[in-house]
């Protein structure tokens, strides 16, 4: 995801992501 989406996700907020709606949820928030 990183690297497709050029954010970079810090290790507790990616423990939170358990689905791909939370991926995209937190994509949607932070892509720039």
């Known amino acids: 995801f990183e690297k497709e989406?050029?954010?970079s996700i810090?290790?507790?907020q990616?423990?939170?992501i358990s689905t791909?709606?939370?991926a995209i949820?937190?994509?949607e928030e932070?892509?720039?």
């Open 5 to 7: 989406f050029n954010i």
């Open 20 to 22: 791909v709606g939370d």
């Open 25 to 27: 949820s937190y994509v």
């Open 14 to 16: 990616a423990e939170k």
């Open 10 to 12: 810090p290790d507790d």
């Open 30 to 32: 932070h892509a720039k």
